[in-house]
């Protein structure tokens, strides 16, 4: 049975890294890089990876280029989960990856897209070039072509939002770590504790 199954892994493996469909979603500067990775100069379709859908049913990539804001951050894990599985993240950009510039003190800025969904892989700077951009999706189609279908539940379990909602759907809470911080989503946040640990939010 495993034979089989790693032979039809190679092959599954295979055509879904080499034509990821990305969804169209970039939210400031870095998403500048992303359109250009596309342009004629990067040429982002020598990786097959041309065709940025504009329905989040459509795609199976999630480039999440730029800062996100705790406003925002509903809208896009909703947008993750309507993608259909597998699908996969990469984080562009430092203040995707940790709030950047933002993380000391900014009070609408998320500390890191990976508080709100799974990431696959993280392309630090500011911006990342759009070489960069190619470089980190060739490292996902290294990733991609190691897995299983036999280890699929393994891998669901791994790429589930890593959000909690509330039982109020008015006042949803967002708990990425329990012990580090409690987020009310798209609502103003009064102000964060001395370590910058916890933040004090009005809900709406
Ligand atoms: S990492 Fe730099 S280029 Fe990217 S969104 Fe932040 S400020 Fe803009």
Redesign the pocket.
């Known amino acids: 049975m495993k034979i089989i199954f790693t032979a039809i892994d190679i092959v599954y493996n295979w055509a879904r890294s080499n034509s990821l469909w990305p969804l169209t979603f970039a939210?400031?500067?870095?998403g500048i890089?992303m359109i250009s990775a596309s342009a004629a100069s990067y040429d982002i379709a020598r990786f097959g990876a041309e065709v940025f859908r504009a329905s989040p049913r459509q795609a199976d990539l999630i480039i999440t280029?730029?800062?996100i804001t705790h406003k925002m951050a509903p809208a896009l894990v909703q947008l993750y989960e309507q993608m259909p599985e597998p699908k996969y993240v990469i984080a562009?950009?430092?203040?995707?990856i940790t709030g950047?510039?933002y993380e000391n003190d900014s009070y609408s800025v998320v500390r890191g897209v990976d508080r709100l969904i799974p990431v696959d892989v993280y392309l630090p700077?500011?911006?990342p070039r759009p070489e960069a951009l190619l470089d980190a999706i060739i490292k996902l189609q290294k990733k991609m072509k190691t897995e299983s279908l036999l280890e699929r539940k393994q891998y669901l379990e791994a790429h589930k939002p890593r959000v909690i909602l509330s039982e109020d759907r008015d006042c949803e809470i967002l708990l990425p770590n329990p012990d580090f911080e409690v987020i009310h989503w798209g609502v103003q946040t009064i102000g964060y504790d001395k370590d910058y640990k916890k933040a004090e939010v009005n809900c709406v």
Not at 27 to 30: A, E, K, V, Y
Not at 92 to 96: I, S
């Open positions: 939210t400031s500067c870095c890089e280029a730029g800062t562009m950009g430092a203040c995707c950047g510039m700077g500011c911006p």
